[in-house]
């Protein structure tokens, strides 16, 4: 059993670019709740959070950027070369990520916690979960992967994949391991019958009631699912007149990163919003609505939704990046509780961060909305 009385904890973990994180989400789409414990890691050592100073004594000022943040590409260069260095900032960081874990799980209202930790088998966190998943793919699909998604060489990319231990190893010590080589609707398949092994009485208090029935033309809100893939294909290609052409296949592609919430009108799709949670930030990127809708009740429905489910998964922050065009009332948006800003002024790394790698490339404007003041890994 796992150290906290009433939830199953399920340890996710497995090497580079096999898709651990694609099915944490899928996992959290089923009714998990979902943590990311390296991006706890890189939270610990944030300015103003408690590993920081811990982190600048030892490794000294030069790591620091011209903003005092800790440059995590020098403090790598530093570690990764030094198993004794990597030593010293393991016995700084993990400490503190194991604090927020405890807090986190502690808090959350599912009851099916999944932890997702490179290096979950290589400490005593491991001792801490019901179950330990294992994700794994061939060496050539990693390498395929790191090349096209992060740009790799093929040198740097196998010299990443041979600096960890054999992924053999990992799944030797697994109660589920699941085999990532193919389609997203392959591995949705697959994950969704090792959920379905779960123990019952810890799946039944996850499950998520029926919405009512809705009067004809009524609006309502549902969650998407991969089975509604082409719905919402055809809905958003639909409500961008063309401007964004897309597939089933790109949709199922899409869950491997984001939900979707959608506004029915009847049985007919009149909106959508695509989101997703990283590091306790929730990111709208996709918002398309038919001209024919309420645009305020819309975006009260769609947002109100994606920040109840946000909240449920602990977040601080919530940002939407929007269009002009539906950027231009602005007291609509404070109405809303959302203010327009740039990512270089929201005062958080963590949410400066989602800010960036979130926005998209097409004009836009973001909003911020501060969901909660108690913050994981605030100074004590």
């Known amino acids: 059993m796992s150290r906290w009385p009433g939830k199953y904890v ?30 706890l890691a890189h939270r610990a050592i944030a300015k103003g959070a408690p590993g920081y100073q811990a982190v600048v004594d030892t490794f000294g000022r030069w790591i620091l ?40 799980v502690r808090r959350a209202s599912q009851p099916i916690v999944v932890i997702e930790a490179i290096k979950l088998l290589e400490t005593e966190l491991r001792l801490a979960c019901d179950a330990i998943w294992v994700i794994h793919a061939p060496t050539d699909v990693q390498l395929e992967r790191l090349m096209q998604k992060r740009q790799m060489s093929r040198e740097e990319a196998l010299q990443r994949i041979q600096a960890q231990s054999p992924q053999q190893e990992k799944i030797a010590q697994a109660h589920v391991a699941i085999e990532n080589r193919g389609s997203y609707e392959e591995l949705w398949k697959e994950v969704s019958r090792h959920w379905q092994a779960i123990p019952a009485t810890s799946r039944k208090s996850g499950a998520t009631p029926p919405p009512p029935a809705a ?20 809905a958003i290609t639909r409500l961008s007149e063309g401007r964004r052409q897309v597939s089933a296949e790109d949709i199922m592609a899409a ?126």
């Open 10 to 39: 399920i340890g996710l973990t497995g090497n580079i670019a096999t898709g651990k994180s694609v099915v944490r989400r899928m996992l959290e789409q089923l009714g998990a709740y979902t943590i990311d414990a390296d991006m």
């Open 65 to 104: 950027d011209a903003n005092g943040e800790i440059n995590r590409e020098r403090l790598g260069r530093v570690v990764f070369s030094d198993p004794e260095a990597l030593k010293k900032l393991e016995a700084i960081v993990h400490p503190l990520v194991f604090q927020a874990i405890d807090v986190m």
């Open 215 to 234: 009067a004809a033309g009524e609006l309502t809100i549902i969650r998407g699912r991969p089975r509604d893939a082409s719905r919402i294909a055809e």
């Open 255 to 380: 869950f491997g990163d984001k939900a979707f919430v959608l506004l029915q009108q009847g049985e007919r799709i009149a909106g959508i919003a695509g989101w997703q949670v990283e590091n306790l930030v929730a990111r709208t990127t996709d918002v398309y609505l038919e001209k024919t809708v309420d645009v305020q009740k819309a975006l009260e429905m769609l947002l109100g939704e994606i920040e109840r489910a946000s909240r449920e998964l602990q977040c601080e922050a919530s940002l939407v990046f929007i269009s002009p065009s539906l950027a231009q009332n602005l007291a609509l948006w404070k109405g809303l509780g959302y203010e327009p800003r740039l990512p270089e002024t929201l005062g958080v790394q963590a949410w400066e961060e989602a800010a960036l790698e979130s926005r998209p490339k097409e004009p836009h404007v973001m909003f911020f909305k501060q969901l909660r003041q108690d913050r994981v890994l605030r100074p004590i």
